[in-house]
């Protein structure tokens, strides 16, 4: 069975060529890398650095980061600057360079849509709104954003990134890429879709059957059909339905996974679509994406708001049966890296903070104002952790056996978090005495987390920083009591093998476990008596 050959090469030796993988099915849920779940300790660098003369800026911070996959962008108007002339010469370089030092990359196709505008597509097609026009809002005046209607803009879109699939089908036969990234932030802010004559058109027209059955719609013209979340719909259809296209093509050459990126809107309540980035895949039409772009195997949220109940919901909404968790894009302030955590602990695939290079640009205020040594620190902390187990982590998650929390700040949470592992509880404090004698007060700034991983019915796997952690029995029978029967520190070898270092015992076990800013990794054996 599939599930079983994956699970027994969680620790399998690299198969070269073997094409990477989501697997996706409701409560299994990894990315297949050399045929092996594999966890994406990941790290994006700014926009402006996938040129060549900008790599040297890039490779110490991934190394310092401990990170082990780059993602990067590939823009349109850099491999097509003249139509039908193609140039892959950074790409060539980039893949070299990433194989030297041992990453993989995912690669960012900036196309059509960069942040829902046309930043990055060449001058013959940004410049030519005869040809590649763009959007009609309702008042008749032509918008930002290029048309999804425009059959031109799609052929040529498609046909640049089918050159890029097709090269990097043969420069990259051991697949360093190991997913691909569809446009970049798709949608419009201003106005909620196309009021172009072919929108129009289509908006008149009968909303698609298998659409109206998923979002329990009324069948009929979109309006009819869904009321007052027709534009939005609509739009969403029609911008989803596009980079299906482009990406069902590039795939048609090497089918590597696919992912679009969402910008957010407000991740409680509702909001005006003129204002977030309508039409992209943000969290209340993901299943007008799930319908429209079957190709996409994932859709990932950018997240740049470091409020813990925001973070938590946005993990919530896209860490779905049919959608894999995956953070491509996330803030890089010292406070978004303890969300690792949760994000780990939820099962999911990847995790990248942006930005993340010596080039000295910086995106303040969605993330630090200085990318100095102790902010860099706070992420690369995490990966140091994780990257001796990485894949031992990523067969837990794909077994559906992982748990994770982040330092919350709201206060009804008290500093503090529970876990439910099934017959036992985790109690997780934050800002407490080692000897837990006084009630969680919160770290001086939010850093720490926790992650656990069942390795058996009563063995755990536990690590994290800055916190406190206790177990007990979920519901406790008459007379019995939790002991902790053995708690290991050691570490995982190249083999993904278990190695003891010390046994914890006396006044590092008898008031809870008390993770401090060294990187610590314990199995915890729970036990009972009467």
Partial sequence: MLGAALLAAGSAPAMAGELPRIVNQPGHQALI??????LMLGAQVNNSSAWPAMLPKVWPMIEQLHANTVEVPIAWEQIEPVEGQFDFSFLDTLLAQARTHQVHLVLLWFGTWKNTAPGYAPAWVKLDNKRFPRMIDEKGETVYALSPFAKTTLDADRKAFVALMTHLKAADPDNTVIMMQVENETGTYGT?????????????????????????????PWAQAFGKDADEYFHAWAIASYVDAVAKAGKAVKPLPMYANAALSDAFKPQDPKTYAAGGPTHHVIDVWKVAAPSIDVLGPDIYKSDFATYMKYLELYGRADNPLFVPETGNAKDYARFFFPVVGRHGIGFSPFGMDSTGFVNFPLGAAKLDAETVDAFAANYRLFRPMERVWAKLAYEGKTWGVAEPTDPAANHMQMLELGRWKATLGFGQGQFGTDAPKGNAEPSGGVAIAELSPNEYLVTGYHARVTFDLAAAKPGEHMILDRVEEGHYDAQGQWVFDRLWNGDQTDFGLNFTSAPQVLKVRLATYR
């Fill in 33 to 38: 890398v050399d045929g092996a779940p594999y």
């Fill in 192 to 220: 909620v879709r196309d009021h172009s004559p072919a929108a129009d058109k289509a908006f008149a027209a009968p909303a698609p059957a298998a659409l109206v059955r998923r979002m329990g719609g009324k069948p009929g």
